[in-house]
């Protein structure tokens, strides 16, 4: 097995679930049923940081909540995918938008929906 860091050299683009991964495993939910999520600053940061560097990002997440589009574009991420039911097909799109080879993507997930994604890439990931 290489070195972690000597692999995230090869990393040309990364790919993100929302859930478990930018939120906590728990949320709050409002008399009217809304999710609230809450997210680290230190990840909009990272995330600000590798798209300011040039790196193609993508967010690819089951749920469907608005709030998590706007703050992810205001973190100049340009490709984010709501309401995902097939992530592999996604990703491909995803690859082949930027024209990337799959061993070159992180893709940091923490579910079962996320495993066949991390299957494919090059760098599957997942938050402690």
């Known amino acids: ?7 995230l050299k090869k990393v040309e683009a990364f790919a ?18 809304d999710l609230i999520r809450t997210s680290c600053t230190k990840d909009g940061y990272a995330m600000m940081y590798c798209t300011k560097k040039g790196y193609p990002v993508c967010i690819i997440s089951g749920g ?3 709030g998590v589009r706007e703050r992810f574009e205001k973190l100049g991420v ?4 709501l309401g995902v039911a097939n992530k ?10 930027y024209n990337l080879n ?27």
């Open 1 to 7: 097995m290489k070195l972690f860091k000597e692999e």
């Open 16 to 33: 993100f679930d929302v859930d478990g991964v930018f939120s906590r495993h728990e949320m709050n939910i409002t008399p009217e049923g």
């Open 64 to 66: 469907q909540a608005p």
């Open 78 to 81: 340009k490709d984010v995918y």
């Open 88 to 97: 592999v097909e996604v990703l491909n799109e995803f690859l082949q938008k």
């Open 102 to 128: 799959p061993e070159n993507v992180m893709y940091m997930g923490d579910d079962i929906p996320d495993y066949n994604v991390m299957k494919i890439v090059g760098m599957p990931v997942c938050p402690s």
